[in-house]
Nanobody
Framework: QVQLVESGGGLVQAGGSLRLSCTGS????????MGWFRQAPGKEREFVAY????????SYADSVKGRFTISRDNAKSTVYLQMNSLKPADTAVYYC?????????????????WGQGTQVTVSS
C-alpha cells in the first residue's frame, strides 16, 4: 500500500503560480511512476503530468505544456507540480497518483494509488 497526501492548493488570480506537493508513505516511493490528474466540476478526471520513478522522463497534457512542471525528490518521498501562468480553466481538484513500473501512461485506471485531492481555484 502507498498512502498519498497532496498539499499546496488554494485561490490564486489568473497569471499567478502555485506549487502542489504530494508526499507518499508506505512502500518505497522510488518504486513508482507518479502522475498528476485534475477534475473540474461536471467533468471527467483528466491527465495533467507524469514523471518516471527516477525523474528521467516526464510527460504533459497539451493544455499545460510550457506552464506546468512536474518534479520529484525521492529522498523526501515527494512529487511536485509547479504551476505557472494559471488560467481560470485550470480550476479543479488536483490529485496525485502512483503506479508501479516505468511505462508512461496517461490513463487514470492504470494508477493503483490516489491521494484525496487538493482544490485549486483560479480567479479571472
Amino acid at each position: 500500500q502507498v498512502q498519498l497526501v497532496e498539499s499546496g492548493g488554494g485561490l490564486v488570480q489568473a497569471g499567478g503560480s502555485l506549487r502542489l506537493s504530494c508526499t507518499g508513505s508506505g512502500r518505497p516511493f522510488s518504486s513508482y511512476g507518479m502522475g498528476w490528474f485534475r477534475q473540474a466540476p461536471g467533468k471527467e478526471r483528466e491527465f495533467v503530468a507524469y514523471i518516471r520513478w527516477n525523474g528521467g522522463s516526464t510527460s504533459y497534457a497539451d493544455s499545460v505544456k510550457g506552464r506546468f512542471t512536474i518534479s520529484r525528490d525521492n529522498a523526501k518521498s515527494t512529487v511536485y507540480l509547479q504551476m505557472n501562468s494559471l488560467k481560470p480553466a485550470d480550476t479543479a481538484v488536483y490529485y496525485c497518483a502512483a503506479r508501479p513500473g516505468t511505462r508512461t501512461t496517461v490513463a487514470a485506471h492504470e494508477y493503483d494509488y490516489w491521494g484525496q485531492g487538493t482544490q485549486v481555484t483560479v480567479s479571472s
